[in-house]
């Protein structure tokens, strides 16, 4: 089983539509992260959170709420999804000693498309 | 605020030849460097890091990149690919007391038989 597990992995909804992505890990890292892949364009921080009482605001964080439900738990939600939010999203995680050294660890994704 | 620029966004070659991915950074404070590899329909895995020390680094699967401070780059080398090479590799820079990661926009590399 991966480390860092995303649901769902492919998701297909209309605009202004409420959509919630999840992450869930077993590393055991205090730090986790969404990020939003477009392509082109790398990735951007949308949100970040370094324990369950401490989230952040990242890069692109208009149109995204999101919730540290507990250590291991991180979802991302959009309130009312619009077509330019359609992207590849990642939840990424990090221990507070390796963060300090860059190390990510990523789950496998979760392709959105707004139509 | 720091900023990592991969000068080719795709690099086609053929099967075991070699190949050179490169990345300027800017940033106003010592930085840590990272080369990060996506295999289709996959996350992004740690390929190699540059914290400080040797300035040659050596990562998974034969990769190796040069840290060059007087050039702020950090290219990302493999002396023979292979078909199995085939994905995106992103570049990224954090500022040494700083949480946040920066990503280049990527590079695909298409190895071809």
């Known amino acids: 089983d991966a480390d860092v597990t995303q649901t769902p992995r492919n998701r297909i909804t209309k605009t202004g539509k409420r959509i919630m992505l999840e992450c869930s890990q077993t590393?055991?890292?205090?730090?986790m992260y969404w990020y939003r892949q477009d392509p082109g364009l790398g990735l951007q921080l949308i949100y970040y959170?370094?324990?369950?009482?401490?989230?952040n605001k990242g890069e692109i964080s208009d149109g995204y709420s999101v919730s540290r439900q507990a250590q291991a738990k991180f979802s991302l939600s959009l309130e009312s999804a619009i077509p330019n939010q359609t992207a590849l999203y990642f939840c990424?995680?990090?221990?507070?000693?390796?963060?300090?050294?860059?190390?990510?660890?990523f789950g496998e994704g979760s392709r959105l498309t707004v139509l | 605020a720091q900023s990592v620029t991969q000068l080719d966004s795709q690099v086609p070659v053929f099967e075991e030849a070699p190949v050179e991915l490169r990345c300027n950074y800017s940033s106003s404070v010592s930085v840590y460097l990272f080369w990060y590899v996506q295999y289709p329909n996959q996350g992004l895995q740690l390929l190699l890091k540059y914290l400080s020390g040797s300035t040659l680094v050596k990562g998974i699967n034969g990769f190796e990149a040069e840290f060059n401070k007087s050039q702020t780059s950090f290219h990302l080398r493999k002396p023979s690919v292979h078909i199995s090479d085939t994905a995106e590799y992103f570049c990224a820079v954090k500022p040494g007391s700083n949480y946040k990661l920066t990503f280049g926009k990527g590079t695909l590399l298409t190895v071809n038989p």
């Open positions: 990424a995680t990090s221990d507070r000693t390796e963060a300090n050294t860059g190390e990510l660890f």
């Open positions: 590393k055991g890292h205090d730090r």
């Open positions: 959170s370094f324990d369950v009482k401490d989230i």
